[in-house]
């Protein structure tokens, strides 16, 4: 046999065994088909972060410029609605209203005066207006100055505990200067993030189980409600939900796993 047919045999050889190996390659393609996400089921068993949060929370400010003369309730104690916070020294804003009243008390005789004298036509009508005038304007500093120094007690504006002390009694406070940061405790809301896909079996009433990792114990709560917007970027969306019951040893910030169940695909 020539050399010429030599190659020409190993050529055809080559060829047919190329041939039966794409040919395996497609016979196992289609006899181990790759998952397809409609086999597999959609969503999945997950554990999502979850804490707890207050559902009323705010910073007590001062709002006027004074001295603390008295906290009222220290940091981490339970107050009541209505209870005295924080108490300011104004005697500075008590003086400016006894001084407010006695000029108005001046200004109403004055013009009570005047009015005795237009009955005996004595007086000048301008002379009447403007004492009538200084009564209001001395009725106007009264209600500011009142107004003034209501804001030297700070009551609280609902029932709860005080989460942080920012100043100290004795210490003189600029208006606007936070005091306290207080939080309502008698409801915890938990707050955590899932998939924006999940809003499709995910709404308010679910019930699940959160463990929270600080108390070591596991808890039922239900979805009170969803985000009113998805975050586009991670495709996310908060939720808030309550735990049923009520349990003294929870506190705002603790934090712990939330057991998410989706429903199996039929």
């Known amino acids: 046999?020539?050399?010429?047919?030599?190659?020409?045999?190993?050529?055809?050889?080559?060829?047919?065994?190329?041939?039966?190996?794409?040919?395996?390659?497609?016979a196992a393609s289609v006899q181990a088909p790759a998952p397809r996400a409609a086999d597999r089921p959609a969503l999945e068993k997950q554990d999502i972060r979850a804490q707890l949060a207050p559902r009323r929370y705010t910073t007590i400010a001062a709002e006027i410029g004074a001295k603390i003369s008295r906290i009222g309730v220290p940091e981490g104690a339970?107050?009541?609605?209505?209870q005295t916070l924080v108490a300011l020294d104004c005697s500075i804003q008590q003086a400016q209203l006894q001084k407010a009243r006695a000029v108005l008390a001046a200004a109403e005789k004055t013009y009570a005066a005047n009015k005795r004298l237009d009955e005996l036509n004595s007086v000048g009508k301008v002379e009447l207006q403007v004492s009538e005038a200084e009564v209001s304007k001395a009725k106007a500093d009264v209600a500011s100055t009142s107004v003034v120094l209501s804001k030297c007690v700070i009551p609280a504006p609902f029932a709860g505990r005080v989460a942080e002390q920012k100043a100290r009694e004795q210490q003189y406070v600029?208006?606007?200067q936070p005091l306290l940061d207080i939080l309502d405790d008698s409801v915890l809301e938990l707050e955590f993030i899932v998939p924006s896909r999940w809003l499709a079996?995910?709404?308010?009433?679910?019930?699940?189980?959160?463990?929270?990792?600080?108390?070591?114990?596991?808890y039922s709560a239900k979805v009170q409600r969803i985000g009113a917007k998805v975050d586009p970027v991670s495709q996310s969306v908060k939720l808030s939900a309550a735990i049923s019951g009520r349990f003294p040893e929870l506190i705002a910030g603790m934090s712990g796993r939330v057991a998410l169940q989706p429903p199996s695909t039929q």
């Open 78 to 82: 339970s107050f009541r609605a209505g």
């Open 201 to 218: 079996w995910l709404k308010p009433g679910y019930a699940f189980q959160v463990h929270i990792d600080e108390t070591n114990k596991t």
């Open 174 to 176: 600029q208006p606007g």
């Open 1 to 26: 046999m020539s050399s010429h047919q030599n190659g020409r045999s190993r050529a055809l050889r080559i060829a047919a065994m190329l041939s039966m190996l794409a040919g395996a390659a497609q």
